[in-house]
DNA sequence: GTGGAAGCTGAATCCCCTT
DNA sequence: AAAGGGGATTCAGCTTCCA
């Protein structure tokens, strides 16, 4: 398979370096659960895992613009049944928990489809949870048939082999991070996508799930010290190995698929220790969070009901209990309304619609100023 | 115990109430398992469970499967308190399946301590996961010992009765409560506190796990219709009842403790519904009826003969009289027309094609509004 | 070169009634 | 019961292309 690298990295130079030379890890052909049983026992630091999710997906997804959505339907991500995918589970949870040191930890990703199944396993094979983290997707794909929410987020567990075992966990580094703040466990950040996404020969996703590096980034600072031994037993293009490298961690990967194996020693070879960038590539989400009207109304600021007026009392609409208003023919959103009544194409009905108390409008946007006040 | 209900409403009235009298809703009380076996089968439209998971101070709960809890030591203890808790959550999780209607559907929230048992046992049930939803709270605590992240999220899930059933979701009234944009699958909403949070006579909080009233409002608006039967088998202290009876859903609960069921009560009689207006939300256009094309070209409306375009004028097609429409080599619905001349699979013809009216572009589907309201 | 419009895409359990 | 067809449905970020 012929991989276009990314722009800033320098394919001849990193096809010139042996990948099974690299000095800070290296990958190993196979299956998981076989290669792990090769590995001497209480020799892993931390284990990062990003298993099938075994997704179960239907027929054909159609965009609203007639675009088909491009699914996963990998044969490695199918199984003959919930039991089979249980099974499957507990066995390579099994050989993660015997290589594992004790005052190790182990990280494992998964989405709704698979996760409760994950993390009870887990619960039942003795490990200890530690977070739950919840990664929020911050441009997730919407869902096209308005059936459900958008799902909008992946999970992680972080786990330690026992209750009293003394994992490690970098508080200050991650309180760094997050400008001085305790890093929560919900994490804001961009799907992988642009020229972090590894592409084939003829321009197409090389991996069909790879993870964002700021991700890892994330994990391998707060729970690995310098020169810790990190295991990734599904190492697809390498997510894990690349971090790994860059922050100055050994790495080992296991992984089934030739291309995948290729396009990840590709991407590591050519990935240089130390390079801060990736610090750089986690936003730090400083800016007002956007509120939504409805928010108002579930929290009881502007109840169901509360009839809203215009600066001029020209208009009258009340609050409906989805947060949208109603005014003669007008239904809708605070600013749709109001546009239909100033016959606009548009208005902002934050500073247009008003609430009367004690004799004085106030507008919508000094109530949402103080609901983000009371946040802060 | 004597409490001390929030400023807003009032006791003294309050009690001169019957609770029992409510018309909205009832309070059982007894333990969830015993009573939901008293409830005829397939009755309930939704159920919103928020079970205990502090194992160590919930041990009597799992009396019913007739598992004592035995502390030889630490392990031995641990293990069979998951088992227990195991056997407890599948205990309930059969009754609720028991009680809900077929196309019913339950939420249970919980944290990283149970919901991992709590979703792989609504798997193994045939429960049929339709999101996740993350509850990341606004103000949590803080990790004081800086050993973890802060916990600031919990999470809920949303299932249906089996994988076809045809659950309740009010898309539309969900998108209108987010400022006109899909609702995701991750809610942010301050944790429970303030005038809304019950006390007892000595001030301090009247229920440990008190879940705020914005996230029951969000479930409910979203999955269940006015006249629903809504049940809540750990009903505390009525918070699930306090909502159901803002917006006009009728509620069951079952608590175990009579201090929760009287602060519940309490509460609840003091809490008033919506005003019918103020309740309605922007309906489905699943849910509307249905209009033939047909009928607008025979009441004159969109006369044959009337030449249609799409919003960019790069396609014009000519109604003919049986209401089809004919576009050089595509002739058949204004659906199938649509569809072809885009290449894609299907098409709403409604909002894609338009007739031009002094010069602008009005899309059928103003037209069809128009016709229902006309009948309306 | 630059700015804007238009197109593409991401771990997705994604419709429902009539014949 | 399977098939056919009406018709409901998308957000953010990056890339490409054209003016």
Chains 1, 2 share one sequence.
Request: proline share 6%.
């Amino acid at each position: 398979m012929n991989l276009v690298l990314p722009v800033r990295e320098a394919p001849a130079r990193a096809r010139k370096i042996a990948p099974a030379a690299d000095p800070s890890g290296r990958i190993i052909a196979g299956d998981c659960i076989e290669e792990m049983r090769k590995l001497p026992a209480k020799s892993i630091d931390l284990i990062f895992a990003d298993p099938p999710y075994n997704l179960q997906l239907g027929g054909d997804l159609f965009r609203p613009e007639g675009g088909r959505v491009d699914a996963v339907d990998d044969a490695w991500d199918r199984f003959d049944s919930l039991a089979a995918y249980d099974r499957f589970t507990r066995a390579w949870l099994t050989e993660a928990r015997r290589v594992l040191k004790d005052d190790g930890a182990i990280w494992v990703i998964g989405s709704y489809h698979n996760i409760y199944k994950v993390g009870a396993a887990l619960q039942d094979l003795d490990y200890w949870i530690l977070n739950d983290i919840v990664w929020r997707k911050s441009n997730p794909m919407p869902n096209f048939r308005g059936t459900r929410f958008t799902n909008a987020h992946e999970t992680l567990l972080w786990c330690a082999k026992s209750q009293d075992a003394k994992y490690t966990f970098n508080y200050q580094a991650m309180k760094a991070l997050n400008d001085d703040l305790q890093m929560r466990s919900d994490w804001v950040l961009p799907i992988c996508s642009g020229s972090e996404r590894l592409k084939d020969g003829l321009g197409h996703k090389a991996h069909p799930t790879q993870k964002p590096e700021s991700l890892l980034y994330r994990v391998l600072l707060a729970c690995t010290k310098p020169g810790d031994v990190v295991l990734d037993p599904f190492f697809g293009t390498g997510t894990t190995g690349a971090v790994a490298k860059r922050l100055g961690r050994q790495w080992i990967g296991i992984e089934r698929e030739p291309a995948y194996r290729q396009a990840a020693a590709e991407r590591i070879a050519a990935t240089l220790p130390l390079d801060e960038s990736a610090m750089e590539t986690i936003p730090d989400k400083r800016s007002q969070p956007r509120v939504a009207f409805g928010l108002l109304v579930e929290n009881g600021m502007v109840p169901a009901g509360t009839v809203l007026v215009d600066a001029k009392r020209r208009w009258k609409a009340a609050v409906r209990a989805d947060g949208s208003l109603s005014c003669g023919p007008h239904a809708g959103s605070i600013h749709k309304v109001g546009a239909g009544l100033n016959k606009a194409p548009s208005c902002n009905g934050w500073t247009f619609w008003h609430v009367e108390k004690r004799g004085r409008l106030v507008p919508l946007d000094a109530l949402r100023q103080e609901h983000l006040a009371g946040l802060a």
